[in-house]
């Protein structure tokens, strides 16, 4: 395209009309693995898709102009394009990292290291005070991820780049809970952002990928020769459904984010709920950094039940518009109990003291109609509420014991 577009209409226009063979107006998927050469010593564009090919790269070009980056790579999974972001590093390089990451970012991060691949601290990054005392004159790397799973937390990227600066670290951003549509860290002075594709950007629970994008296109080129090197490139296919998932983005985004408000409003009004964790509430503590730096509040949120726990599992049990699962991002509302599912690695003492409790639940708010997500979630709290331990002998026995106990 020549003219510089909103994110909005770029996305829905990304690669259209490129089919020069039959002027199809959705760009064709290419599925071979390999091209040929025209002649001998003779290379196409393309030549094997684990390094290159048509359809990745649409999907790769689309998501560099909706992040403002100079380039894009598309990995197999949202941990892949973490691991190829880690390829900055070095032995001997100091990586910081946030002390409330992705568990499986924790798990990557704290599992290389072990191997000495480089050296790692996790760090509260909202207390600047550690944030300066853990940057070392050997610090490569500062990851960010903002808003944080599952309490919302947000971190000021412009702020953590501008530390970084001054040894000369480069940022990188997971971006996967906002997407381009509500934050661009490249504008607020980070390096590389990475995505989940999986969530929002294709945003129909279907596709498993990633994304790296880097602000300079030398940073880009290197790493696009270590996702080839290391063999982590997307599939096609992926490619290809993550691109038409990508150009209703900012509609599912918008849509997705008035639903989540309001359910957000519906909970703080319920007897049932004790808190709430959503970064457009006033009373979120970091409430003014996400005015500042996020164009939207997304549609992850949490919220803590006043209720014991056969009463949450009633809840759970009532609920018929919010799926049971881990993950986010997708069109259907989903539900999780971060304790027993996302946050289950962790040992009782540490989720403790990221403060995921039991009485905790996330829900990613789908698209579903609003007055209808609330209804259920009201029916569900109500039963709960409701819920009386039925007297049976036996049941009291037990309570006895672990009451003794
Ligand atoms: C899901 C997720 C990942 C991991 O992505 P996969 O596509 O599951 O490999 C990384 N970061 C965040 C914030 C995520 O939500």
């Known amino acids: 395209m020549t003219r510089n577009y909103s994110n909005q209409t770029a996305a829905i226009r990304a690669g259209l009309e490129t089919d020069e063979q039959f002027g199809a107006v959705i760009p064709p998927l290419y599925l071979s693995s390999n091209y040929?050469?025209?002649?001998?010593?003779?290379?196409?564009?393309?030549?094997?898709?684990?390094?290159?090919?048509?359809?990745?790269?649409?999907?790769?070009?689309?998501?560099?102009?909706?992040?403002?980056?100079?380039?894009?790579?598309?990995?197999?999974?949202?941990?892949?394009?973490?691991?190829?972001?880690?390829?900055?590093?070095?032995?001997?390089?100091?990586?910081?990292?946030p002390h409330d990451c992705y568990g499986g970012t924790y798990r990557l991060f704290t599992k290389l290291a072990e191997r000495g691949l480089f050296e790692i601290d996790y760090v509260d990054q909202n207390d600047e005070s550690a944030l300066k005392s853990a940057l070392k004159s050997n610090t490569k790397l500062i990851w960010v991820e903002t808003p944080s799973n599952p309490l919302l937390r947000v971190y000021d990227i412009?702020?953590?780049?501008?530390?970084?600066?001054?040894?000369?670290?480069?940022v990188a951003v997971d971006n996967t809970f906002l997407s381009p549509v509500h934050q661009q860290p490249l504008k607020l002075g980070a390096d590389i952002v990475v995505h989940s594709t999986t969530k929002y950007i294709n945003g129909h629970s279907d596709v498993v990928g990633g994304a790296v994008i880097t602000k300079s296109k030398e940073l880009g080129e290197e790493l696009a020769w270590w996702a080839n090197c290391l063999g982590i490139t997307g599939a096609p296919f992926d490619s290809y459904l993550t691109l038409r998932g990508l150009r209703t983005l900012h509609v599912r985004q918008q849509q997705h984010e008035q639903t989540a408000k309001k359910v957000v409003a519906f909970l703080l009004g319920h007897s049932a709920v004790d808190r709430v964790y959503h970064p457009s509430l006033p009373t979120?503590?970091?409430?003014?950094?996400?005015?500042?730096?996020?164009?939207?509040?997304?549609?992850v949120l949490s919220f803590e039940l006043g209720l014991t726990q056969p009463q949450i599992a009633a809840f759970f049990s009532h609920l018929e518009l919010f799926s049971l699962a881990e993950s986010l991002g997708g069109v259907e509302s989903l539900i999780c109990h971060p304790a027993t599912m996302t946050h289950a690695a962790m040992d009782d003492a540490a989720r403790l003291k990221a403060g995921i409790r039991n009485n905790l639940i996330r829900?990613?708010?789908?698209?579903?109609?609003?007055?209808?997500?609330?209804?259920?979630?009201?029916?569900a709290l109500d039963k709960a509420k409701q819920w009386v331990e039925p007297q049976s002998a036996s049941h009291s026995e037990i309570n006895e014991v672990s009451h003794a106990i």
């Open 158 to 170: 412009k702020n953590i780049c501008a530390l970084a600066k001054q040894k000369q670290a480069l």
């Open 284 to 299: 979120h503590p970091n409430h003014h950094i996400a005015v500042e730096q996020q164009s939207g509040f997304g549609a």
């Open 36 to 97: 040929t050469f025209e002649g001998l010593g003779q290379p196409r564009k393309y030549d094997y898709t684990r390094s290159g090919n048509p359809t990745r790269d649409n999907l790769a070009t689309a998501l560099a102009e909706l992040e403002q980056g100079a380039a894009g790579i598309i990995t197999s999974s949202g941990i892949s394009a973490i691991h190829l972001a880690l390829q900055v590093l070095n032995p001997g390089d100091h990586l910081i990292a």
């Open 363 to 379: 829900v990613s708010i789908g698209l579903e109609q609003t007055e209808e997500l609330i209804a259920d979630l009201r029916n």
